[in-house]
T-cell receptor, first 115, second 109 residues
Framework: NAGVTQTPKFRILKIGQSMTLQCTQD?????MYWYRQDPGMGLKLIYY???????DKGEVPNGYNVSRSTTEDFPLRLELAAPSQTSVYFC??????????????FGPGTRLTVL | KQEVTQIPAALSVPEGENLVLNCSFT??????LQWFRQDPGKGLTSLLL?????REQTSGRLNASLDKSSGRSTLYIAASQPGDSATYLC????????FGKGTMLLVSP
């Protein structure tokens, strides 16, 4: 299993541009998450999904959109990029809600700079 | 709103020392508590998950304890090694995960 994969690894955007961060997991996990991590801060939840076709907002959803058309993929869309969206973005997944199924598995991250 | 605090923010120890990382949370109504490791420029790797009904979990040289009533957890690392150098993050699950800011650990040879 490749686990959770994210593309691209790095990206520089100009203010006002848009882009999609890709996330794919091959573990047949139901739950998927997008976090952002700013220097010296913990991870903040942007959006999450409990299954295909179901998404919900996290703590910091403004400026982002998501979709979940398949179990495997959970892309994060940035519209009208702003400098405040400069961050490292992590995608994560977990299988379910029972015991060890709650363990979250993380991708390697996408480092985004908005200039 | 759940808040998670980790102390200390940074820790530097010589190789071989036993050490304790601390995590506290404000809302004791949690499903579980998880400890993660993050290497520079990398994603997070799960170390231990403690269910709310459990008191501790062990994996190799790592032992994590949970006192839900007092809102505290500790991660004990025995016989530290330079390879343990990383940032350690604590997270509590109440629906979604809430993370602390982490403890940056440096183990020197």
């Amino acid at each position: 299993n490749a686990g959770v994969t994210q593309t691209p690894k790095f990206r520089i955007l100009k203010i006002g541009q848009s882009m999609t961060l890709q996330c794919t997991q091959d573990m047949n996990h139901n739950y998927m998450y997008w976090y952002r991590q700013d220097p010296g801060m913990g991870l903040k939840l942007i959006y999450y999904s409990v299954g295909a076709g179901i998404t919900d907002k996290g703590e910091v959803p403004n400026g982002y959109n998501v979709s979940r058309s398949t179990t495997e993929d959970f892309p994060l869309r940035l519209e009208l990029a702003a400098p405040s969206q400069t961050s490292v973005y992590f995608c994560a997944s977990r299988l379910g809600t029972s015991g060890g199924q709650n363990t979250q598995y993380f991708g390697p991250g996408t480092r985004l700079t908005v200039l | 709103k759940q808040e998670v605090t980790q102390i200390p923010a940074a820790l530097s120890v010589p190789e071989g020392e036993n050490l304790v990382l601390n995590c506290s949370f404000t809302d004791s109504a949690i499903y579980n508590l998880q400890w993660f490791r993050q290497d520079p420029g990398k994603g997070l790797t799960s170390l231990l998950l403690i269910q709310s009904s459990q008191r501790e979990q062990t994996s190799g040289r790592l032992n994590a304890s949970l006192d839900k009533s007092s809102g505290r957890s500790t991660l004990y690392i025995a016989a530290s090694q330079p390879g343990d150098s990383a940032t350690y993050l604590c997270a509590v699950q109440t629906g979604t995960l809430t993370f602390g800011k982490g403890t940056m650990l440096l183990v020197s040879p």
